[in-house]
């Protein structure tokens, strides 16, 4: 959990590092105003977005980048001293991570070969892998399983790494790596492990793309950033592709969890939905408000001095800003005192920031969506009287994540196979 540094009015709040209060935590610094100093792990000083309505002015204001190397004090001062899971978030340089005209360059091929692979075309490989992570739990004879690692992982780990070509033997290799990079109560060696071992995972897919070109998501981000008038480098093309692995697998994981949980634990509400009052899409954008799958991705900074109008905040050149968006989808001013209620029928529902805002909107947010909506659906239809097993949720120790590390369950309720 988190605790303030100093007992005055105003002080910076150390955030916590277990994950476990994203909410609380969120709830308790929106007291403090709508961007409160804070203190990441590590000892650097930010400032916390935990307004929805700054945090959408924010990230529309082209003051705001994300571009350390560019925007960061500590990177043109040269006294860089962040590690761990900060260093590791900030140093890529992606579609993520960059500004401007050099945005727009790392992000046109990432478009155009996701476009390329329209949605609708990959509903077959996503129903695909569905039916074959619930089989395999039919097949079981286990009462109580643990619906992160047999299903909720499962299904967007097998969609991405059939849509990027990742060979079956490698498959879960690159899925221990991408969870550590979001684990946030790593020591700072064990979080540079988990990036130097993903580093190397992609530096090999990319070769052996090159070598090998196939009908695949990764081959076609090569070729189309080959043609690019300024070609990525395999670097950049690595940071791309690290990119689509960390945003396609990590946050669908948790945004299927999330949904199945918030179905289960508010029955009233599954019947809107089988009464037609409401629809499962319905249910996903509630979910996506209320528990988005991301919490706080680090990290932006001012590019110039600014003060935003509207809350009268002020932000200095190079000062880092962390945009919490646990904290947005819960602001009372935006959705009302029942915010932290789930009500697939809120008006607001769809005014969330859980695939961000502006030009770092996600370009495989339709594509998260189909694959939640997909898995969801053939779960309850496969298993209708699945119960939440008590206690058996526990978050994932992550403030970046908004998620489980297990959700236990029980398929076929209290009865007997």
């Known amino acids: 959990m988190f605790m303030p540094v100093a ?3 105003g002080c910076p709040f150390t955030l916590g590092t277990s994950g476990d209060g994203n909410h609380a935590e969120a709830s308790f610094l929106r007291a403090a105003g709508p961007a ?8 650097l000083r930010a400032r916390a977005i935990v307004s929805g309505q700054l945090a959408r002015r924010l990230l529309l204001n082209s003051a705001v980048s994300r571009d350390a190397r560019m925007h960061s004090r500590l990177y043109v001062d040269g006294e860089l001293n962040v590690d ?8 890529t340089h992606n579609a993520l991570n960059s500004y401007g005209e050099d945005h727009r360059r790392l992000r046109r091929p ?24 619930l089989d395999e739990i039919d097949r ?7 619906l992160m690692d047999q299903y909720a992982r499962k299904v967007p780990l097998g969609v991405m790494a059939s849509l990027l070509g990742i060979r079956e033997s490698l498959r879960n290799s690159f899925q221990r790596a991408s969870s550590g990079l979001f684990a946030t109560d790593l020591p700072p060696s064990q979080a540079a492990a988990h990036h130097h071992t993903m580093s190397q995972l992609l530096s090999d897919l990319i070769a052996e793309k090159r070598q090998h070109p196939d009908d695949d998501l990764a081959s076609d981000l090569i070729a189309a950033a080959d043609q690019e008038d300024q070609a990525l480098s395999d670097a950049e093309l690595r940071d791309q592709i690290l990119l689509l ?9 948790t945004s299927i969890a999330t949904l199945l949980a918030d179905l289960l634990g508010h029955p009233e509400e599954m019947s809107k939905i089988t009464e037609g009052a409401a629809t499962l899409e319905d249910a996903l954008e509630e979910s996506l408000r209320r528990h988005g799958p991301i919490a706080s991705v680090p990290l932006r900074f001012a590019v110039t001095d600014f003060t935003d ?3 009268g905040e002020s932000f200095e050149a190079g000062e880092p800003i962390l945009i919490n968006f646990a904290s947005a989808g819960r602001d009372e001013e935006l959705h009302g005192p029942t915010a932290p209620l789930y009500d697939i029928t809120r008006p607001t529902s769809r005014e969330h920031l859980a695939f961000g805002l502006g030009a770092h909107l996600c370009p495989g947010a339709p594509l998260a969506r189909r694959e939640t909506l997909i898995a969801v659906r053939e779960w309850l239809h496969r298993f209708p009287k699945t119960r939440l097993a008590p206690g058996g949720a526990t978050p994932l120790p992550s403030w ?8 236990r369950v029980t398929p076929r309720g209290s009865e007997d196979r």
């Open 7 to 9: 007992n005055s009015p």
């Open 245 to 253: 692995i960390s945003a396609g697998t990590e946050t669908t994981v």
């Open 36 to 43: 409160p100093s804070v203190i990441l792990p590590g000892g």
């Open 140 to 146: 079981s004879p286990e009462k109580t399983i643990d």
């Open 84 to 91: 761990g899971v900060i260093g590791t978030w900030v140093s």
């Open 110 to 133: 990432l478009a155009a070969a996701l476009a390329h692979r329209q949605v609708k075309t990959m509903e077959p490989l996503i129903g695909s892998v569905v039916r074959a992570a």
């Open 400 to 407: 970046i994540t908004n998620g489980y590390a297990e959700l």
């Open 309 to 311: 109008e509207a809350t």
